[in-house]
């Protein structure tokens, strides 16, 4: 799941385990800001860049 609030955006797994992430999901109406106390349902997959060793994630 993902779930955005004033501090941040958040992608949670299974293990109820938090991943802050740099996302912004802006309002219809863009002076209303951005918004906020939201949860949504998804698919988070996270994969390995090989001979770096970093990883990627991606969400549905």
């Known amino acids: 799941m993902m779930?955005?609030?004033s501090t941040g955006c958040y992608l949670i797994d299974r293990n109820l385990c938090f991943r802050r992430v740099q996302m912004r999901f802006p309002l219809k109406n863009a002076?209303?800001?951005f918004?906020?106390?939201t949860l949504i349902d998804g698919e988070m997959t996270i994969d390995q860049i090989p001979d770096v060793?970093?990883?990627k994630i991606f969400s549905i």
Do not use: P
């Open 53 to 55: 060793g970093q990883e």
């Open 31 to 33: 002076a209303e800001s």
């Open 3 to 5: 779930f955005i609030n």
């Open 35 to 37: 918004h906020n106390d």
